[in-house]
């Protein structure tokens, strides 16, 4: 069992200054639990000592010691890289900066691509009002709200106008993504975070934009400064998280992990699934939230990376095997439900 209770015990480095809280909002934000702990947490002495001189990384060494303390906020991003596959253990430094440079021109190229459709994309401005209507016809009275750009003529492309419909969806879920992190205040981030789910729609017009995607993407665009290397990041993830977003006019993405969920809360805490059955919530539709953003949403942006960083150097070092994962020490039933949700959560990020 990994433990992630003992990590959020008093004492430690006090890591929040790395991501700042609105002032306003600090009363409203699930305190930060996680700490950082010599000995423990993957520092960065420890991140550089793991290299050979020509850049193999020693993966075994780094996942033991995320499991055993988590990631230290200052080398969060390159590390991530790694968690996430976007980069070979034994690939070289030079191999590495050849494959970086590459697919950071795909990406500025893809970015051109979209720009030529709509002139907003890379201008540091997003769109929060609808730009055509549904027959693709221009909607004038948009112009204003949408920083002077319009649509001039109608679209008649499908997939094209599938994708000029949700980006205002897209631009009105920014506005919301992690709105109490300092980071954020800036209009120039949340462009950023609105270009890449921008892009990544466009290039994935089967599975489109589903509300939810913005969390998944919001922590690349914080911890790698380059936006192409945070689209990487946020690509590799959703090769895994993809299929939770898939949802049909019968059935949801994530509905797997839901009867999984289930069956483990029947098995570890019968009465609390008897329970939840007397109040009709025994398909768990609470739970579609935390288990498609991975509770973002419910902890602490540093401890949810925690928890992220738990789930993902697991399934990286021990392949398919299930885990328990104890977030917090407190009652007897936050143990069972966090457990449970973490089981399904690991589950929620394997290929």
Known sequence: MICCGY????????????????????????RTRFKSRAGKTLSARRWHAAFTEDGHLDMERVLRRIQRGGIHP????????????????????????????????????????????VPLIGSGKFVTMAVVAEDGQPLEESSVENQGWLVKTAITDKRLLQWMLVLSQIGLDVVRTDRYLSFYENESNQARLWDILSIYTWLNPDIGYV?????????????????????WCFERAMRRLRENFRTTATSMGVQTQLGMLSQVIKTVDPRLHQHLEDLDGGEYLFAIRMLMVLFRREFSFLDALYLWENFVSADVGYGVQSKLVCI??????????????????????KV
């Not at 008093?10 to 699930?30: I, K, M, N, W």
């Not at 980069?87 to 697919?103: A, G, K």
């Not at 143990?335 to 690991?346: F, I, N, Y």
Request: proline share 4%.
């Open 74 to 117: 200052s080398i969060k991003g390159e590390v991530w890289e790694f968690l996430l596959g976007g980069y070979d253990p034994d690939s070289t430094f030079e191999e590495r900066n050849i494959l970086r440079n590459h697919r950071r021109e795909q990406y500025y190229a893809w970015k051109e691509e979209c720009r030529q459709m």
């Open 7 to 30: 990590m959020w015990k008093s004492g430690g480095e006090d890591l929040q200054g790395f991501y700042p809280v609105r002032s306003e909002c600090v009363a409203d934000v699930p």
């Open 328 to 349: 917090i020490r407190e009652t007897r039933e936050q143990r069972q439900l966090l457990r449970t949700g973490s089981k399904v959560t690991e589950e929620v990020w």
């Open 211 to 231: 509300q939810g995607m913005n969390d998944i993407c919001s922590p690349m665009i914080i911890l790698l400064e380059d936006e192409a290397d945070a689209f």
